[in-house]
């Protein structure tokens, strides 16, 4: 950590108010293991983040004079003594989280809720909130700052109006609405990208899935999953005036609401080719598991501009311990991503990462051949929603990794032409000029 900057580390009563510690200096945890946060690996918290606590899960932190490690069961004395939380944040899309928060997991009476779990402290000097996390996107648009629901409700109200036949449009009102999905959102607003959700089903099983759990599974789900598969025509229907009128218009199949898009790939290419009839404007986007990999060439040949592929790690035992497939094997998958690059496709990775598992030296040399061999373009540096202690235990992992934003340093060095970002491109913006060199990002601005 800094020299000049003093984080202290965060609890929270039982009420939920936060504290900073003033005895007690901010840790991280890479995997399950407690440990001092770097300068590199903090800045100040983003607009648009969010703070929460970790119910019944005691924080954990640096004592500032021994500089041992330092498990907090109950507030000060000094303070009325009680029950006291862990600390997280929530960081705003287009920064990758670098560490999680210190707590002792194992005393939580429950699982926790899908969310990406961030270590957050107190900087004494600056009197402001830091976060272990580093900027991966420069695209502000999904800056919260840009949802205003009381602009977006009477715009939703008039396009189902507009279209009441249209199952889709009713689907995507929903997610706008109830569930505040951006994309979602900017369909209504006539802008940027807009989600294209189109499957009920899915052949994995992810243990962070949050569109279907099962009984007994990790947490309830956080929104229903479409339960139709919308023809042609309704697709059409949605994607053709965006990509005809919207600004930097980008529409995507594959969706939080849905099962995987490559399920119903005959009914995706048919909606797709009729789309390029009648529009050559904007970018059309397959976000995927990859797991059938000739669906991908027909994808292709229908007129798709690129695909983000989800993976959680590029080493099978972990995929399959997270995606849990269903009638495909991981191999599969690489094919697809070389299939997709070799058809010219804009090639990118959702890659949901997790420290501790991401950061391991065996995985990054991993994921620095698949990317020097498939040519990939760019890596989604997304922050993976699970519950740290659930997550660990089911990859089976053990000690931890180099530290985030180590392993981002490290791709960058050694493929140089590799991108970094958090959202899907234009096609005008795929090989930005001057990429090589766009690391790292400033934390804050342009």
């Not at 005809?244 to 849905?258: K, L």
């Not at 976000?287 to 027909?298: F, G, M, V, W």
């Not at 070799?342 to 990775?349: A, N, P």
Request: proline share 7%.
């Amino acid at each position: 950590m800094s020299k000049t900057k003093t984080i202290l580390a965060l609890i929270a009563d039982e009420r939920g108010e936060v504290f900073e510690h003033p005895d007690l200096l901010l840790a991280g945890m890479n995997g399950l293991q407690v440990c001092r946060p770097q300068a590199d690996e903090l800045m100040p918290l983003p607009q648009g983040s969010r703070l929460f606590t970790i119910p019944n899960t005691p924080p954990i932190g640096y004592d500032r004079k021994s500089g041992k490690e330092r498990t907090i069961t109950e507030l000060p004395r000094s303070w009325g003594g009680g029950a006291v939380q862990a600390v997280s944040a929530f960081v705003t899309p287009g920064f990758t989280r670098t560490l999680l928060p210190a707590a002792d997991y194992a005393a939580k009476k429950v699982d926790l809720t899908l969310w990406s779990y961030t270590a957050v402290g107190w900087c004494v000097e600056e009197e402001r909130f830091y976060v272990a996390a580093v900027r991966v996107d420069r695209n502000q648009q999904w800056q919260p700052e840009h949802y205003d629901d009381r602009l977006l409700e009477p715009l939703v109200r008039k396009r189902v109006a507009q279209q009441p036949q249209n199952r889709l449009i009713e689907q995507l009102s929903r997610c706008a609405l109830d569930y505040h999905c951006f994309a979602a959102k900017n369909l209504f607003f006539g802008r940027w990208e807009a989600p294209l959700p189109c499957s009920p089903t899915c052949n994995a099983a992810c243990v962070g899935c949050i569109s279907e759990q099962g009984e007994n599974e990790c947490c309830p789900s956080s929104q229903e999953r479409l339960d139709f598969v919308p023809t042609p025509a309704e697709l059409c229907e949605v994607a053709v005036p965006h990509l005809q009128n919207a600004e930097n218009a980008i529409v995507s199949f594959g969706q939080g609401c849905e099962g995987d898009p490559i399920l119903q790939a005959d009914t995706i290419c048919q909606a797709v080719r009729q789309m390029r009839e009648q529009t050559k404007r904007g970018t059309i986007n397959f976000n995927s598991n990859a797991s059938i990999p000739a669906a991908i060439d027909q994808l292709a040949a229908a007129g798709i501009d690129s695909i983000r592929v989800s993976l959680n790690s590029v080493q099978e035992a972990f995929y399959t311990a997270y995606y849990r497939p269903r009638g495909y094997q991981f191999s599969a998958v690489l094919d697809s991503i070389q299939r997709a690059k070799d058809q010219g496709l804009f090639t990118m990775l959702n890659y949901l990462v997790f420290p501790g598992i991401s950061d391991r030296q065996d995985e990054i040399d991993e994921l620095l051949r698949l990317v020097e061999r498939a040519k990939i373009d760019l890596i989604q540096m997304r922050n993976l929603a699970i519950d740290p202690l659930l997550y660990w235990q089911k990859m089976g992992a053990r000690g931890r990794g180099i530290g985030i934003k180590a392993m981002l340093d490290q791709m960058k060095k050694e493929i140089p032409r590799i991108q970094y970002g958090y959202f899907n491109r234009t096609r005008e913006n795929f090989y930005p000029t001057g990429y090589e060199a766009d690391w790292p990002l400033p934390a804050q601005g342009d």
